[in-house]
């Protein structure tokens, strides 16, 4: 907890900007076009304004990367080098493991199967290894791919892992194997040089498979990749994020490439702001990642046609979605690989920055060039305009539609009128997708499984009038539940509002709540005691989850900022309880009035002196309670 940096934690994920005391970026948990996600390096936690998702270091990775709170600490300790001393989990625990933690291990199992492969195994020094130096690999960007190399034999390697206490179906769930009619585990990459795709946070998602001999000649297809599994989906991976997210946020500016060695080249040659898709088309997921480290890319694809299809194909969905695009395409026989092996990190970066063309310039080379058919001429206008049309920032597009005006020698008026054509056209197909979905919707039965379970919620999503009073103070006590109150005999702000509340025989609604307090009240006698800090790293994670929400909620603190002189804010801070406990106590009776009320609407003949006299004590409570508070 101590060594996670908020800033650096985010950062692995985020692109973040300073911005006054915090950093603001692209939130990674909803699509947002405008930086709403927050990070407070000094209070130590994130926050969406937009959505709300966020939370301190730990609580972001568990979002994020979907981890348990245990396996989330152990993502943490690896990042910081710090060892978890643990003990060997019993069979029984093993076994309790999640599955997904599971396809995890097996896989990380099967990369260092593939890598000992390479280096040890006669097979892999002989033609794996030859492979890689002819690609002009060294050891250290192949240790850092981590790249391997698979046997030819399609049960050896289903044989060891099974030896070795793995079970088969994890390997078939992975998509490492796949099983025959008669029920045998064969190996899905035998014989293959082996490129293992890693997730943002560093973890084994799935595997890219290259045959090397002559069986590539007339095959259509040389890569074998993973097949989509519970943790590895192709159109939310990037081949080479990982390794690349850092100088990506850094240069704020990534290349995107076809292939594993078109990414693993550019590394070596010094460039490491790159990813690859690796033939696929992107995808809104992929676009998305990538928005959230940079707006800036460069599209470096081989010259032929393939390549232009590639580039064609993934403009307007870069464009639709607030990316700022160049294209590039190499000279005749060079790919990002080749020409990467030739030049150095500089001379690269210098041909892409003389060379590289705007998305305008080159869809009207790719479109109009030699094209003399007035027909087909109005067709390519229409597509570059359509282009235009899906950029969402009015003052990018204005520039655009004079450039269009420059280049295709159409006058202006005609050019905006065209692209607002293209706009409306956008939102009514918008309107009606959406009209579409909700008679779907409608027309769907809600799908309950048979085991379904509702979800354990520390703090309700919705909050009666109640449980608001009783979140802003005990979101008092999460951020100063230390401070000193002007009593006597002298008690911290934690024990006063015990004290409150038992006088009442009172306890919050919300059973967090109590739990929170009693911590706070326990650690009031210790000197070093630091509420806000101690609840930010509280050992256990519903504490610690619902005190982190609460110290992000800013809107809803009614203590004055921390800068306040500290009399001040003790006087504000006592002030400000009082009132709460005022509103707390009238809030109460009023629903105790509304109970009375309805008792009294039913009520029998017999009943109904009983109720009128209840009814008239709480009226009576009410006033007296509201005219010592100096309320009418």
């Not at 956008?426 to 997708?433: A, C």
């Not at 609840?535 to 921390?562: G, W």
Request: proline content about 3%; glycine content about 6%; overall charge negative.
């Amino acid at each position: 907890m101590d060594a996670a940096d908020i800033v650096d934690v985010v950062s692995d994920f985020v692109s973040l900007k300073k911005s006054g005391a915090n950093y603001k970026g692209l939130c990674p948990f909803h699509n947002d076009r405008t930086p709403s996600f927050m990070v407070s390096p000094a209070k130590g936690y994130c926050k969406c304004f937009s959505c709300g998702k966020g939370g301190n270091a730990v609580g972001f990775i568990m979002e994020h990367e979907q981890l348990t709170y245990p396996e989330a600490l152990k993502y943490l300790a690896r990042k910081y080098n710090i060892e978890v001393q643990e003990r060997e989990l019993t069979d029984d625990e093993r076994r309790a493991q999640t599955e997904r933690e599971s396809l995890f291990i097996v896989n990380e199992w099967a990369a260092n199967y593939f890598a000992d492969n390479l280096h040890k195994s006669s097979d892999g020094v002989s033609i794996g290894l030859p492979y890689f130096r002819s690609r002009g690999f060294r050891d250290d960007i192949i240790e850092r791919f981590k790249l391997g190399f698979d046997l030819g034999d399609r049960k050896a390697l289903a044989q060891k892992a099974v030896a070795e206490g793995y079970k088969g179906e994890y390997l078939e769930k992975t998509g490492i194997c796949y099983k025959t009619d008669r029920g045998e585990l064969i190996d899905r990459f035998a014989g293959r040089v082996i490129f293992p795709w890693f997730g943002q946070s560093g973890k084994i998602v799935g595997f890219g498979g290259r045959l090397l001999d002559a069986r590539t000649k007339g095959v259509a297809q040389k890569y074998v990749n993973s097949p989509d599994s519970e943790i590895y989906h192709k159109d939310s991976e990037l081949y080479g994020l990982f390794q690349a997210k850092r100088a990506i946020a850094k240069e704020n500016h990534v290349y995107m490439v076809e292939g594993y060695t078109d990414v693993i080249s550019m590394h070596q040659c010094g460039i490491e702001n790159v990813v690859a898709n690796s033939g696929t088309a992107l995808s809104v997921k992929q676009i998305g990642i990538l928005h959230r480290l940079t707006p800036n890319i460069t599209l470096l694809y081989d010259g032929d046609e393939a390549g232009v299809h590639a580039a064609m194909r993934g403009t307007d969905m870069l464009l639709s979605h607030g990316m700022n695009i160049k294209v590039l395409f190499l000279p005749d026989g060079d790919d990002p690989d080749s020409f990467a092996r030739k030049h150095s990190a500089e001379e690269f970066r210098d041909y892409v920055e003389r060379n590289q063309t705007d998305f305008i310039d080159f869809k009207c080379q790719v479109l109009l060039q030699g094209v003399t058919d007035p027909m087909k001429r109005a067709e390519a206008i229409d597509n570059v305009l359509l282009s235009v049309s899906l950029i969402k920032d009015q003052i990018k597009r204005s520039m655009y539609v004079t450039l269009c005006v420059e280049k295709l020698g159409v006058k202006e008026e005609t050019i905006v009128r065209r692209v607002n054509k293209f706009i409306h056209d956008e939102i009514e197909q918008r309107k009606k997708r959406k009209e579409r979905e909700k008679v779907l919707v409608q027309e769907q039965p809600p799908i309950v499984p048979e085991t379904a379970s509702a979800p354990v919620e520390n703090v309700p999503t919705k909050l009666s009038k109640l449980q608001e009073i009783e979140t802003l103070i005990i979101q008092m006590v999460v951020r100063h539940g230390e401070m000193l109150m002007p009593t006597e005999p002298q008690v911290t702000l934690a024990q006063l509002v015990a004290s409150n509340l038992a006088e009442d025989e009172l306890q919050f609604s919300i059973p967090i709540y109590n739990k929170i307090l009693e911590d706070a009240v326990e650690k009031s006698g210790e000197d070093d005691f630091v509420a806000e800090k101690f609840f930010m790293r509280h050992e256990d994670y519903d504490i610690n989850n619902a005190a982190t929400r609460l110290i992000m909620d800013q809107a809803n603190v009614n203590v004055k900022p921390d800068e306040m002189d500290e009399t001040k804010l003790v006087a504000q801070t006592v002030k400000n309880l009082n009132h709460l406990f005022i509103d707390l106590r009238l809030q109460m009776i009023s629903e105790q009035i509304v109970e009375a009320r309805q008792r009294l609407a039913t009520a029998t003949a017999d009943e109904m002196a009983t109720a009128m006299s209840h009814y008239k004590q709480l009226k009576e409570l009410q006033k007296t309670v509201a005219q010592m508070a100096g309320r009418n």
